[in-house]
């Protein structure tokens, strides 16, 4: 049996969960998710928390349980609070600005990155180098993040990149001018 599946989900005023056949769909303030969930688990609802239960002991069903519940959890606290992850650009001149829809990153290309916003993702710029993306899905929120990082990934000899906010980088020692080698 998995730990993590045996616990409990409280639901917060306002947030409605429903299953019917493998499909899972939750309700909140900020919006609705669904996902389709197979294997032998059943949901039951009882006193504003929603507890999953596994209905046999194979391996394969306890680990399902566990992930199942871990994303459900995710799905609960997307539609009631939301999620966010912060950038920071860090470089000489470098900078992000939003046009409309589209994101504008001038990260040290001969041209600028235009990145589209997604559906279901909200993209902002309250600096010229920061950008938070913000939305209720925490698997759709993290990628647009690891994508946007991904432009330009922190380099280790400067520190130059996208990185997330409170992220360390590593650096390197440059070269050495080989003076004193024989």
């Given at each position: 049996?998995?730990?993590?599946?045996?616990?409990?989900?409280?639901l917060p005023q306002g947030v409605d969960v429903k299953c019917e056949n493998s499909l899972i769909t939750v309700k909140g303030p900020k919006g609705t998710l669904t996902r389709e969930m197979k294997g032998a688990i059943e949901f039951k609802t009882e006193n504003g928390h929603l507890t999953?239960?596994?209905q046999n002991e194979e391996k394969e069903t306890g680990a399902l349980h566990g992930l199942y519940r871990a994303l459900v959890a995710g799905m609960?606290?997307?539609?009631?609070?939301?999620y966010s992850k912060a950038l920071e650009i860090k470089g000489v001149g470098w900078r992000a600005a939003m046009q409309g829809n589209k994101?504008?990153?001038?990260?040290?290309f001969s041209h600028p990155v235009e990145v589209a916003q997604p559906e279901g993702i909200k993209i902002?710029?309250?600096t010229q180098t920061d950008i938070v993306v913000s939305g209720i899905d925490k698997v759709l929120v993290g990628q647009v993040a690891a994508d946007l990082r991904a432009i330009r990934v922190p380099e280790p000899y400067h520190g130059y990149g996208i990185r997330y906010k409170g992220e360390h980088v590593e650096?390197?020692?440059g070269k050495t001018s080989g003076k004193g080698k024989k």
């Open positions: 049996m998995s730990r993590i599946g045996k616990m409990s989900i409280a999953l239960v596994a609960v606290k997307g539609v009631s609070e939301g994101l504008v990153l001038n990260v040290g902002e710029c309250p650096h390197k020692e």
